[in-house]
Structure formats: structure tokens, C-alpha cells
């Protein structure tokens, strides 16, 4: 290696580990494909080493990839905070999120914990509830970013996520295929439910009330407790409960979708923490 590293080649690098192709960094990054590809090529040239796997599905990082992705993220950092610095805008300010408990105890903590030793000055405020609720909170001011299930929203969202249920029960539980399944009930709004038992109907697969809960909290105790069977995402499943995926003749989990939703006319301080957090749950 010689001489220093454009640091719009380690950005290229950056986003297309991120993103996982490069044709989705290429949109991401306003540039074409074959312009991408070619800074990937150069980086790999200036470094000396193969940096990325190619393959039908996308990339994956090779071990001299994994060494200088870390590095990259540091020097595009530094970087930022020293243009904000000059430029007399470091971030100062609060931000109000709202976020569905399932997302809330999986990456999110990172996440802000990231955005928090770039922006040292902004102040969190974090609130979790249902999607209903976070809604509400938005369209009435309380709330400057919201991530939760679009189909309880009018407006559009700034960005979509969708994450792979999985069936979970307690390791403890004693599940006879002959019997109808025992089910963990949310009392109240839930798309993942209904798509759930419509897919429980298709199947023939006949189920009864193993449990009711109103929280997330109460779902998690309720599996955990072996009561019944329910869906989570896969980042969330607790260290006593295992996947039923593939068991028992269930059919195929739903897919959950969120939504990141930012407030009507917000300042800088929320647009930049909303496009972070759309990419950090995107890794």
C-alpha cells in the first residue's frame, strides 16, 4: 500500500458493505454501477488485497475487507466531525424517538450508542410503544422520528425495513403435533397476528388460546413460561425459547414490515438522526 486513501473510495467500500450489493450502494450514493465497481477496483488496487466476494446474491467481506471496514468507518467519521467542526455546525440539540419494543431490544441500542459518539451534544429521548400509539405521538408533536408498522400510518415513510419472523416457544414446552396449537394472543391492533392466523387457516392447522397479553413484555414472559407458541424476530429471541421453524407442519412466518417516519418540516438535527437509523437497521 502507498501513499494515503481517497476517502471517497473507503465511502464506496463503506456503503456497499452496508447495503450488501453494489447496485444498491449505486442508487444509495447517486452514482452508477460501473462507477462503483471501478472505486471498488481501485481501492483494492491501492490496498493490495482482495476486499469483497462477489456473487449472484451480492458481496460479502473478506477478512482484509472485515480489517479495513472498521477503519474505514473511523477516517469517514473523523472526517465528518472535522468538516462540522470548521463549518461551526456540530449537532446540538434533542431528538424524540419512538420505537416498536420488538426493534427496541434488538440493534437499536448500538445504533444510538453509535450516534451518540458522533454527536456527543444531541440528547435522546426514547419512547416505546405500539404502533397505534407512535403514530399518534407524531401526528400530534410528540414524537420527531417514529419506527412502526406502516399500516397504521397515512403518510408515507422516509424509509421501509422488512425482518423475517420466526415461530418461538419455551425450550420447555411440550407441543403435540395431533393437537390444536397453543398460541400467544396480542390483545389489540397487529398485522403480524393476522397475517399469523390467516396463515394458520391456509395451512389447517387448528389452534386455540394458550395465552392473551397487551405488552411486549408480557409476550415475552408468556413464551418463556411455555404457554404457547408466537412469533418474534430472529435478533429477539430470548436465550430460553428456540424456533419452530421447519417443526410441527407450520407454515412460513410472516415478514414484518416498519416504517421510519420523520416529522413535517424537522430541523437537520432529525433528518440526519432519521437517515442513521434507517441505515444502521439496514446493516
Known sequence: ???????????????????????????????????????LQRLESEVGAQLLRRSPRGVSLTEAGEILLAFARKAIALGEDARREIEGRRLVGRVRLGIVEDLAVTRLPSI??????????????LTS?????????????????VMADPARF??????????????VASRMIELDDEAELPLIIFDG??????????????????????????TFAALISALR???GVGLLLQEGL??????????????QAPVADFGIY????????????????????EM
Open 189 to 214: 391492533a397487529c398485522s403480524w397476528q393476522d397475517r399469523m392466523l390467516a396463515s394458520l387457516a391456509e395451512a389447517g392447522i387448528g389452534w386455540k388460546v394458550g395465552c392473551r397479553v397487551s
Open 262 to 281: 420523520i416529522a413535517r418540516n424537522s430541523p437537520k438535527l432529525v433528518e440526519e438522526c432519521g437517515d442513521f437509523l434507517l441505515a444502521g437497521f
Open 225 to 227: 413460561a411455555g404457554l
Open 129 to 145: 410503544a405500539g404502533s397505534t400509539d407512535l403514530s399518534k405521538s407524531l401526528s400530534e408533536g410528540k414524537c420527531d422520528i
Open 1 to 39: 500500500m502507498t501513499g494515503d486513501i481517497d476517502i471517497r473510495l473507503l465511502r464506496a467500500f463503506v456503503t456497499v458493505a452496508d447495503v450488501g450489493t453494489v447496485s444498491r450502494a449505486a442508487d444509495r450514493l447517486a452514482r452508477t454501477q460501473a462507477a462503483v465497481s471501478m472505486q
Open 112 to 125: 444510538i450508542a453509535d450516534f451518540r459518539r458522533r454527536h456527543p451534544s444531541v440528547e435522546i429521548e
Open 154 to 167: 397515512t403518510m408515507a415513510p422516509r424509509g421501509h425495513l422488512s425482518r423475517q419472523l420466526v415461530w
Open 238 to 251: 430470548p436465550h430460553d425459547c428456540l424456533s419452530l421453524n421447519g417443526r410441527l407442519n407450520l407454515p
